[in-house]
């Protein structure tokens, strides 16, 4: 109830979870919730084996922000196509980790443990910034993720029914389930040292590069002093002196954030603004085009104070060639684990899917073409027979050569892409598939993108290693 006793809504405007949306604390809870999710042994050993946060981790986390936008928004129809969704894309999680133990991304107490992580989560970064949440607001924002786990199609039980029981399902799964994974050791060590730069920084390698030495430690510290104690020890990780004070000073200073403008910390807008490339038409490209002069110059003066390894360059655009080295390791091994196997290009099939928000036959053609493209793969290359393959054993197999079922798969994708079947792609069409690389200034004045342009274009850019300002993004993009 609210202050005039009126039901509070469980989704959208009015819900306790919209107000913490935008919140800037809630970046910092989000991380320590995947953290204790990738703890989970059967969690840690899908994402080992199939998450693309490792390789693409802005992708991943625009994904995930519009997924949760879905989920919580005020539409109940979008919000029941978006379970659908998920539902189908866990369906398809499933294995066996590197110790034998099986793993299935639908089992009913996993799912629950995700949900609980996000809760225990939000109601930390309250208490860690100096403002505990009321046992009122508290139940009630519990309430909100019991109805989103239902609305998954969970059947009641799979979380405690009550706030007190809660803590006891959470404390007893921390101390006798969670275990130091090396998912949760990449998250937590591994990722920030790696973190590509989002392409608002690409061509400011230097710059980029020192703010995340600076930062990745910082953030890991901060990430691991929030754990709760019982697992830090069992699981021994290590805390640095001062790492309290430190993680309770981060939470403090970014919730100060909170008290900037309306509109300022919209998620979807810094996300939308991470993933602008300064040359793009938007309207912002011009001012971060104006500023790019000046964050060079600053590069250069940190290159003269501290020299810091050199890293590469991103190539130009507009179709020159790359090395068969860079496109595996750019596009196609999409998990980051060294290899091309099924969980890369299933991994395409779901960005793709994601991208035109597809319905169940259409996604389904989607992932059955992406299928058949591995089995052609595993054929022609994998020339060892350990199932996946190589870098080596990709540029040594003449990757150019597009087999039927690439050829395949682009149609499919045109298909998918054409919503009302006039055989060509119009405005609309294309931006829904391509997104930043669409030029707003000629929607509706481009020719139609045709089924046999767009079929010799994706091939020319699955297997003659192109660069594309429109095809980069799609699949390559971190």
């Known amino acids: 109830m609210d202050a005039e006793g009126r039901t509070a809504p469980v989704f959208g405007p009015g819900s306790q979870f919209h107000e913490f949306f935008n919140d800037p604390r809630w970046a910092l809870a989000m991380l320590r919730a995947t953290v204790l999710e990738a703890a989970h042994p059967q969690i840690g050993g899908a994402l080992i084996d199939n998450s693309t946060f490792v390789a ?63 809760f225990e989560s939000a109601v930390t ?92 430690p910082v953030i890991g510290a901060v990430t691991v002093a929030s754990l709760p104690e019982p697992f830090r020890r069992r699981a021994g990780l290590p805390e640095l002196p001062g790492a309290q004070t430190l ?17 300022w910390i919209q998620a979807d807008a810094i996300t939308g603004l991470l993933s602008l490339s300064p040359d793009s038409d938007d309207p912002r490209a011009r001012t971060i085009t104006a500023m790019r002069d000046t964050m060079n110059r600053a590069g250069a003066l940190i290159r003269l104070i501290s020299p810091l390894p050199p890293e590469p360059e991103p190539a130009p655009e507009g179709g020159t060639r790359r ?13 980051g684990d060294g290899h091309l196997d099924w969980p890369d290009l299933a991994a395409m099939a779901r960005e793709l899917s994601s991208r035109l928000d597809l ?38 197999a003449v990757p150019s050569l597009a087999g039927p079922a690439l050829i395949r798969v682009a149609e499919v994708l045109f298909d998918a892409t054409d919503k009302d079947g006039d055989q060509s792609i119009d405005a609309d069409e294309y931006r829904a598939l391509f997104h930043t690389a669409f030029q707003r200034e000629t929607a509706g004045t481009e020719p139609a993108y045709t089924r046999s342009a767009f079929i010799k274009d994706f091939l020319s850019f699955m297997t003659g290693r192109r660069r594309t300002t429109a095809y980069d993004p799609l699949l390559g993009q971190a």
Not at 323 to 334: H, I, P, R, T, Y
Not at 379 to 394: K, P
């Open 359 to 396: 319905d169940e036959p259409e996604e389904t053609r989607l992932y059955d073409a992406f299928a058949d493209w591995w089995r052609e793969l595993q054929t022609a290359l994998d020339s060892d027979g350990d199932g996946r393959i190589s870098a080596q054993e990709y540029a040594a």
């Open 56 to 118: 693409h981790p802005w992708r991943r986390l625009r994904n995930t922000l519009l997924s949760m936008q879905r989920m919580f928004g005020p539409d109940d129809h979008v919000r029941q196509r978006e379970a659908a969704r998920l539902n189908r894309l866990h369906a398809r999680l499933n294995g066996t980790d590197p110790q034998g133990r099986a793993y299935d991304a639908m089992a009913p107490d996993v799912r629950a443990w995700v949900v609980a992580t996000l």
């Open 323 to 335: 090395s068969a080295q860079q496109f595996f390791a750019e596009v196609l091994d999409q998990t």
């Open 125 to 216: 970064m309250c208490r860690l910034s100096g403002q505990p949440l009321e046992q009122q607001v508290m139940e009630r924002l519990y309430a909100e993720f019991q109805a989103f786990l239902a609305v998954m199609g969970d059947e009641a039980g799979h979380l405690p029914p009550s706030l007190p029981d809660f803590w006891r399902y959470y404390d007893r799964v921390v101390e006798e389930e969670l275990e130091n994974t090396e998912a949760m050791r990449i998250i937590l060590y591994k990722l920030f040292d790696h973190l590509p730069a989002p392409p608002l920084l690409n061509g400011l390698p230097t710059l980029w590069a020192a703010g995340r030495a600076v930062a990745g």
């Open 247 to 263: 993680m309770q000073g981060a939470y403090l200073a970014v919730g100060l954030a909170r008290l900037l403008p309306d509109g």
